[in-house]
């Protein structure tokens, strides 16, 4: 099957960029001697996981139970949830988990830890924990060394718990890889107390995982990583494009669309909206727009109704044709995949692949 012949609006992954966006995290990892942990939330596919562990990923990081459930039940062996568990049905499916694989939680409070101990114990598994430190995101994560210090300790005396290590997430950085270095060195300083404080308790630190898709080639000058867990950088998106996070080149996501409407000059309308794109704004730049369409710079996707996307086609040269097609790089990859039940593999003008969006709305 060819592209002509998909219907609209259908979302495509280029699998040569992909294949080449996996490769490049993969060798960059390898150089620095990190371990890659791909967070799966980007893509909740099974085949895209998959294809970053044969590239040498050591493992995925997810955000939900749901997520697990689907990789685990696919074979995938070493899973870190990325995400504080803190009730009892959820810390029973993590502990079910850890009977087939090595399962890590992160989290910041001693209710998780006590939560997740009683269901690893009534299991009789052990479930490893990573302690969230906050360096600046200010989201979950302890700050004070001592409140790290406290938690690895807890973990350490109940059952069906280890300490393995530190989690932090450094979602507030956005600029570009050449701005990022006094916002990498304000991390350290946040971080560099904790590493200092267990080494003086002899608490052992075996795994600090970090990394997010701006900061991960970068990452090497972050303090004391041994791992990391980008997720869009398997795809891209507008938002990265924004900050220079890859060229358009290497954005393997694009959604096809079909011109319904072109009443008014400046009201052109394309069948994907909100339910195909989602509707995060660019959070990044100057916040326009809600996609980039390709071949059309002028064009500007203003906003969305659920199945109606409106362009701004004022300021272009040739307004699109009822019927003509159109490719957009979204904003946000995650959201706009989570909305969909497969995404379409093409290799230039050919259909390859179908790749189903396994965990799409598992959301627990
Ligand atoms: C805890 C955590 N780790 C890793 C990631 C992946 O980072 P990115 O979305 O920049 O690829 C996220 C993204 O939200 C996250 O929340």
Request: aromatic content about 4%; hydrophobic content about 40%.
């Amino acid at each position: 099957m060819t592209i002509d012949e998909l219907d609209t609006p259908s979302v495509l992954v280029d699998l040569d960029v992909l294949e080449s966006n996996i490769k490049r995290m993969a060798d960059y990892c390898h150089q620095h001697h990190l371990q890659l942990r791909p967070h799966a939330k980007t893509h909740k596919s099974v085949v895209v996981a998959k294809m970053q562990l044969a590239a040498g990923a050591c493992g995925l990081t997810v955000a939900k139970p749901d997520e697990a459930d689907m990789m685990a039940a696919a074979g995938i062996e070493d899973i870190l949830v990325a995400y504080p568990i803190v009730t009892a049905r959820k810390a029973a499916r993590i502990a079910k988990l850890a009977e087939r694989a090595k399962m890590r939680v992160a989290l910041d409070s001693i209710e998780a830890i006590e939560c997740l101990s009683r269901a690893a114990a009534a299991q009789g598994v052990d479930i490893g924990v990573l302690v969230e430190v906050d360096i600046g995101f200010a989201r979950c994560g302890v700050g004070r060394p001592e409140d790290s210090i406290a938690l690895a300790r807890a973990a350490d005396r109940m059952r069906g718990v280890r300490f393995d290590g530190l989690m932090f997430y450094p979602g507030h950085i956005k600029s570009p890889a050449s701005e990022q270095a006094p916002l990498i060195e304000e991390v350290n300083r946040r971080l560099i107390p904790h590493y200092e404080a267990f080494t003086a308790a002899g608490i052992p630190v075996s795994i600090v995982s970090g990394g997010s898709t701006p900061t991960a080639v970068q990452s090497h000058h972050f303090k004391g990583v041994t791992e990391i867990r980008p997720g869009m950088y398997a795809f891209l998106d507008r938002n990265m494009l924004t900050i220079g996070v890859g060229t358009r080149e290497q954005c393997a996501i694009t959604v096809l669309v079909t011109i319904v409407s072109n009443v008014a000059r400046s009201r052109v309308i394309m069948d994907g909206g909100s339910k195909t794109f989602s509707y995060d704004p660019l959070s990044v730049g100057d916040h326009r727009g809600y996609g980039l369409v390709l071949g059309q710079p002028h064009a500007e996707v203003i906003g969305f109704s659920e199945e109606h996307g409106h362009l701004d086609t004022s300021r272009c040269a040739r307004a699109p044709r009822v019927g003509e097609r159109l490719r957009i790089i979204p904003n946000h990859v995650c959201a706009t995949i989570n909305m969909h039940d497969r995404v379409f593999g093409i290799r230039g003008d050919r259909v390859e692949q179908i790749i189903h969006v396994d965990a799409r709305g598992g959301v627990q």
